[in-house]
Nanobody, 118 residues
């Protein structure tokens, strides 16, 4: 059974910080690039951050310098550290496993709410 389970979301004040975790099971975690996406109400999903197998990272421009993606392969977990949060960061955040081979299935978590509000 493949599962990606997000945790760590919730309500934070503008300027605050939050760390999301995504724990994977049922996949060979270390071969997957891992992504965080988000979807705000009325908007399309957008790719927030990617961390590849070797540890290189990519960020969406609006979060660069504020968010950090990391992974711990021993724990089959990917993290998203979010700092200097803004109300526009409010969204459902999704963990995504992105395989190195197009013929291998990708997987999604069910999403976790992040709300930035005073």
């Amino acid at each position: 059974q493949v599962q990606l389970v997000e945790s760590g979301g919730g309500l934070v004040r503008p300027g605050g910080s939050l760390r999301l975790s995504c724990a994977a099971s049922g996949i060979y975690f270390s071969i997957y690039a891992m992504d965080w996406y988000r979807q705000a109400p009325g908007k399309q999903r957008e790719l927030v951050a990617t961390i590849r197998r070797g540890g290189s990272t990519t960020y969406e421009d609006s979060v660069k310098g504020r968010f950090t993606i990391s992974r711990d392969n021993a724990k089959n977990t990917v993290y998203l550290e979010m700092n200097s949060l803004k109300p526009e960061d409010t969204a459902v955040y999704y963990c995504h496993g992105n395989p190195p081979d197009q013929l291998i299935a990708d997987f999604w978590g069910q999403g976790i709410q992040v709300t930035v509000s005073s």
